[in-house]
């Protein structure tokens, strides 16, 4: 199956700080990756749709100018996370479709202190 | 309002037992896709079901797909430790995926 990459898969950082999580197709093109947000025991939330060379389209309740998002290459999209609270500790899901199917990268795991 | 809604939310079960797992839904969907998750992974395909009334089968794990494509189901026959996990339900929706609540599977030994 296709495979998607993120980085990095763990991150810590203080209050206040931004951080960037990278989101790859290792073996295909993805003009379109999602990005989820999964709380502990409880399902995907999708936060925004990434599309290759135009604006991301934010779910309702997501802050655009908080959650960055940038997909410049066929196979690259990033989620950055500006200035970062407590409340923003998560774990982030990035996935692209190939075909009919949808492709999960591992995850990264956000702890703000 | 949940598009895909899985049932049980929650089911702690003994190692060989079999179980159910359940994704409904009053809309009709192109395809179902089931995911498991393990605690910090993302989630992996098990299988995509595409036809009304598909069966298929995955070593101990049944997928079907509903007739009218509106609900599927996945049961697993004698329950392993390893199949625990968090079980996901998700079609395809406007051009996004759309998830069930999940299913998280505890199997004792």
């Known amino acids: 199956g296709a495979v998607v990459s993120q980085h990095p898969s763990w991150v810590i950082c203080k209050s206040g700080t931004s951080v960037k999580i990278e989101c790859r197709s290792l073996d295909f093109q993805a003009t379109t990756m999602f990005w989820y947000r999964q709380f502990p025991k409880q399902s995907l939330m999708l936060m925004a749709t990434s599309n290759e060379g135009s604006k991301a389209t934010y779910e309702q309740g997501v802050e655009k100018d908080k959650f960055l998002i940038n997909h410049a290459s066929l196979t690259l999209s990033t989620l950055t996370v500006t200035s970062a609270h407590p409340e923003d500790s998560s774990f982030y899901i990035c996935?692209?479709?190939?075909?009919?199917?949808?492709?999960f990268g591992p995850g990264t795991r956000l702890t703000v202190l | 309002t949940q598009l895909l809604e899985q049932s049980p939310q929650f089911l702690s079960i003994q190692e060989g037992e079999n179980l159910t797992v359940y994704c409904n839904s009053s809309s009709v969907f192109s395809s179902l896709q089931w995911y498991r998750q393990e605690p910090g992974e993302g989630p992996v395909l098990l299988v995509t079901v595409v036809t009304g009334g598909e069966v298929k089968k995955l070593k101990r794990l049944t997928f079907q797909f509903g007739d009218a494509r509106k609900d599927s189901s996945l049961h697993i026959t004698a329950a392993q430790p390893g199949d625990t996990g968090l079980y996901l339900c998700a079609g395809p929706n406007a051009g996004k995926s759309t998830f069930g609540d999940g299913t998280t599977l505890t199997v004792k030994p």
């Open positions: 996935s692209g479709t190939s075909g009919r199917v949808t492709f």
